[in-house]
C-alpha cells in the first residue's frame, strides 16, 4: 500500500523554526517529484514547494522563498522542509504528495494539485506567541 506520512509539527513562537519530514512507505520516493502543501481554516491549499526526483531543482512559492528549505534523501526514502522565520500567517496543516509526472516545472505543478496521486494525511503547523 502507497503511503506518505508526515511528520514534525507543532507549535512554534514567531520567529522559530520547525522541520517537516515525508516518510514514504510501499514505494520507492525516488521515482517521484514532492510537493508540500498546506491549508489553513477558511483558505484554499496552497502549493509550498517541490523538489525533483534527484532533488537537484526545488522550487519555492513567493510566501516562503528565502525561509523554507526542500531537501530529500533517497537513501531513507525521505523529503523534509526546513521552515525558518516562521510567520503566524505560515500556520496550516501541511500536506507531502508525490507526483508521477515526467517533467518538473517547479511551482507551476504545484498549481495543479491534480497532478499529485499520493497524498499523506498532513502535520498541524501552528504559529502563535
Known amino acids: 500500500q502507497v503511503q506518505l506520512l508526515e511528520s514534525g509539527g507543532g507549535l512554534v513562537q514567531p520567529g522559530g523554526s520547525l522541520r517537516l519530514s515525508c516518510a514514504a512507505s510501499?514505494?520507492?520516493?525516488?521515482?517521484?517529484?514532492i510537493g508540500w502543501f498546506r491549508q489553513a481554516p477558511g483558505k484554499e491549499r496552497e502549493g509550498v514547494s517541490c523538489?525533483?526526483?534527484?532533488?537537484?531543482?526545488?522550487d519555492y512559492s513567493d510566501s516562503v522563498k528565502g525561509r523554507f528549505t526542500i531537501a530529500r534523501d533517497n537513501g531513507k526514502n525521505m523529503v523534509y522542509l526546513q521552515m525558518n522565520s516562521l510567520k503566524p500567517e505560515d500556520a496550516a496543516v501541511y500536506y507531502c504528495?508525490?507526483?508521477?509526472?515526467?517533467?518538473?516545472?517547479?511551482?507551476?505543478?504545484?498549481?495543479?494539485?491534480?497532478?499529485?496521486?499520493?497524498w499523506g494525511q498532513g502535520t498541524q503547523v501552528t504559529v502563535s506567541s
Open positions: 504528495a508525490a507526483s508521477a509526472v515526467n517533467f518538473f516545472s517547479g511551482t507551476s505543478l504545484l498549481r495543479i494539485p491534480a497532478m499529485f496521486h499520493s
Open positions: 510501499g514505494f520507492t520516493l525516488d521515482t517521484y517529484i
Open positions: 523538489i525533483s526526483r534527484k532533488g537537484d531543482i526545488t
